[in-house]
């Protein structure tokens, strides 16, 4: 499976928009970009995936480079809720029977009242 | 729907004792796993399962057996329990899919072996 890369830790002030970065150079051209994150004491939960074109849903939005070596998860107006690690993970679209999902250690993300 | 659970919430056990960590999922998902989370690490998967009856190792079961009698229901069993074996469990559950799949977790156990 393809790597990603992740700032290990970011803040940001409540009520402001937050942008978590992900790079991932080695990604294949059949390769979906997943967002987890993992609130304190929870299990992970999904957040959003895409595949080559910008995606939104109603927790956030995925903005993805053109050369698709990176992404961006975009919380829109962070709130203390959302206080979480978050995790980039490439899924291989041609794999029906993939099973594992490769968690880094993802980035914590601190919000500042 | 309740998801996945998962029980105990807690469990201490001493070296050398066994247990089955239990997990249930009631969204009619063809996969499940296990995975074991250290502190201030990612996730590993244990165990996984593609459908009642078939099960196969991630990349770290020793000290762990499964099994997948049916389609709701997929017990961990520690052996023999070691201390390296403190840690939180995360059950998952999925539809399969071609990389557009989402999983859904349940909230943990968190072991303690002494």
Redesign the interface.
């Known amino acids: 499976d393809a790597k990603t890369t992740q700032p290990n830790s970011m803040e940001s002030n409540e009520e402001e928009p937050v942008h978590l970065p992900c790079n991932h150079s080695t990604i294949s051209g059949?390769?979906?970009i997943?967002w987890?994150r993992q609130l304190p004491?929870?299990?992970?939960?999904?957040v959003i995936?895409g595949?080559t074109s910008n995606v939104n849903n109603r927790m956030a939005s995925l903005a993805i480079a053109e050369d698709r070596k990176s992404s961006t998860l975009i919380l829109h107006r962070a709130t203390l809720r959302d206080a979480a690690v978050y995790?980039c993970i490439l899924?291989?679209?041609?794999?029906?029977?993939n099973?594992?999902?490769?968690?880094?250690?993802?980035t914590r993300l601190t919000i500042i009242p | 729907n309740a998801g996945?659970t998962q029980t105990p919430k807690f469990q201490v056990l001493k070296t050398g004792q066994s247990m089955t960590l239990q997990c249930a999922q009631d969204m009619n998902h063809e996969?499940m796993?296990w995975?074991r989370q250290d502190p201030?690490?990612?996730?590993?998967?244990i165990h996984?399962s593609?459908g009642a009856g078939i099960t196969?190792q991630?990349?770290v079961p020793n000290g762990y057996n499964v099994s997948r009698s049916t389609t709701e229901d997929f017990p961990l069993r520690l052996l023999s329990a070691a201390p390296s074996q403190t840690s939180v469990y995360?059950c998952?559950s999925r539809h399969?899919?071609?990389?557009?799949?989402?999983?859904?977790?349940?909230?943990?156990t968190r072991l303690t072996v002494l």
């Open positions: 059949t390769d979906y997943h987890y004491s929870q299990g992970p939960e999904y995936h595949l995790y899924r291989d679209g041609t794999n029906f029977g099973e594992k999902l490769t968690f880094g250690t993802g | 996945v996969y796993s995975y201030g690490m990612g996730l590993r998967l996984y593609v196969d991630g990349e995360f998952a399969p899919g071609r990389g557009t799949d989402t999983q859904y977790f349940g909230p943990g």
